[in-house]
């Protein structure tokens, strides 16, 4: 199959080794990339904060300049995945598309809301399916516990973002099992990261970060995996921070989704750019049975 | 025909604070029918099984917001949420009292702290005594007007959202989905006075805690969305201020930003909302980061196609007026 690709900002930036997973996964999954270096950034949250109708506005630039192309869009973030599908729920807001549509037609800009927004996640489980994946299987993750954590965007409000559930969802745990993982239930794999507010209050959303680290932890787990690169952030990128605020050794290695899913397809760390976290994943690679490596 | 029955397990959390070492789990295993709500349950368990089972409830009908509970750890009101579905997705039902509220005794929470946000908004209308109500007309609103308020009139005060709420949990200072929910609503309203002053007063009292995560939007019963109000309200505090806090800097900070190259300038973001000093704070984290990922000094590319974006951010902000 044939997508537009979104990385998002920060997979083109510190999180560079989500977009070289990505691509891995993709390329080895049969998924054509098409690249548009016209996309701009889908403001985050933050735009949308300060300005909503401008949010929505650059947004529909970037759904349009997919639907010109006759393409779906392939996210690899929650947040962008959010951004982008609300975006589009406003705009069968008859009100609202109007004042967009001044903005966006004097610029030769037409957006008929033809196109679809497909997170990594969904193209993974429902496109490619399942079974497919699992077909692909080199080396089974056998014996890796792994903590799902979703993202707040990809799920709520779930019937704006047409998500399978807002506090209940499987498909990552369902990827997990395709790929011989063992995941892991606990409460916090549809909380918050902390993220947003790692600006406005870096002790409390370092205290969240740390809360469902450590609930992932009490129940077992080796390693969490997202499918935001913002969670990652907070979650790896910030964890020391999130340790001193919930007074723990944490040490939990942190996936981007497509990491998971290459190293069972056979990736090496390098091809998906392990090194680049700054929690080591070493100790949650050697859970993987040895019977089962290749 | 009677409706099948089903066996369902409730785990129960029971406990009394003085009096117990630690909170426990004791199950009830009945035959109920799936569409058996949560509420008429526990009652049953009580009324049948064992009546020291302590629980607030009231109209059994989704009006009276008294029997918000966690259900399966999700914050919902026990009266309209069904055993059946419970039961077939988690294999038995676990009832616990709702959280960032401290236990009085198994399911009974003491709503003080929730209540105690309600009142520091200060929830009643404050009319302008130079403008007096006419005579008669105390309620006299537009539709347009009315509409507004949006869903918020609805809220029925369970507090499921302020169970359901993570900044709730991690920070005192926020003062809750419900109580901002309920601001919006008299910020809007026409015929309050004091617009601006509520405004400028909860800027530095917490909206900006509010982490956009939406678990209050699907918690409440009433679908008062209490997310997308508090987003509402962040766009009119930085219309009536401007970036008077870190929260709205940011949210100035990442427009202006995304308008530079049509992509995130991670380092020059840092700097609009933090200041140089700010900056020099970060250094030690900064430099952690750097050294696996050194992208974050790099400057990103221009988009192709940036004078599109800049035509657009020309037309659309500030946002033009909307048609009354």
Partial sequence: ?294 | MAAETISASFDIYRYRPGKDASPRYQRYTLDLTPHTPVLTALLKIRAEVDPTLSLRYSCRSAICGSCAMQINSKSRLACETHIGPEIERHGRIVVEPMRNQPVLRDLVVDQAPFWREYDKIEPHLKLDPRHPMPEGKATAMTPAQVDRFKETPRCIACAACYSACPAVEADAEFPGPMALAKLYRFVVDPRDRATQDRLVRIQPNGLWLCLRCHLCTEACPKDVRPSERIRDLKEMAIAAQGGTETGSRHAIGFKENLKGAGQLNEMQLVRATSGLTGMLGQVGQGIRVWRKKPEILKRPRKIEGLDELEKIYAALDPPPKEEP
């Fill in chain 1, 1 to 294: 199959m044939k997508l537009a690709y979104y990385p998002g900002c920060v997979a083109q930036e510190s999180g560079k080794e989500l977009d070289m997973a990505t691509r891995w996964v993709c390329r080895n999954l049969g998924i054509e990339l098409v690249e548009f270096p016209n996309f701009s950034c889908c403001g985050s949250g933050f735009v949308d904060e300060a300005n909503e109708v401008l949010n929505i506005a650059i947004n529909v630039r970037n759904l349009a300049i997919a639907e010109r192309a006759g393409l779906d869009m392939l996210t690899i973030c929650s947040t962008c995945q959010g951004m982008l599908t609300l975006a589009k729920v406003r705009m069968t807001d008859p009100k609202v598309k109007a004042r967009v549509e001044a903005a966006l037609k004097p610029l030769g800009i037409e957006y008929r809301g033809t196109v679809q927004v497909k997170h990594l996640l969904r193209v993974l489980t429902e496109d490619i399916g399942i079974a497919a994946v699992k077909a692909k299987v080199r080396r089974p993750l056998h014996g890796m516990k792994v903590g799902a954590f979703y993202g707040c965007h990809l799920l709520r409000p779930a019937d704006e973002m047409q998500s399978e559930s807002a506090e209940e969802p499987h498909a990552f745990e369902d990827l997990l099992s395709a790929v011989g993982a063992t995941p892991v239930d606990y409460r916090g794999r549809v909380m918050c990261c902390g993220f947003p507010i790692q600006f406005v209050k870096p002790s409390t959303a370092s205290a969240i970060a740390g809360r469902q680290i450590l609930d992932a932890k009490a129940h077992g787990a080796d390693a969490m995996a997202t499918p935001c690169p913002l969670c990652h952030l907070s979650l790896d990128a910030y964890q020391n921070k999130a340790a001193k605020e919930v007074h723990a050794v944490l040490d939990m290695p942190i996936f981007h989704l497509p990491q998971v899913v290459g190293l069972a397809l056979g990736a090496s760390p390098e091809e998906l750019g392990l090194s680049r976290h700054l929690v080591p994943t070493d100790p949650a690679l050697e859970k993987v049975r040895p019977a089962a490596r290749a």
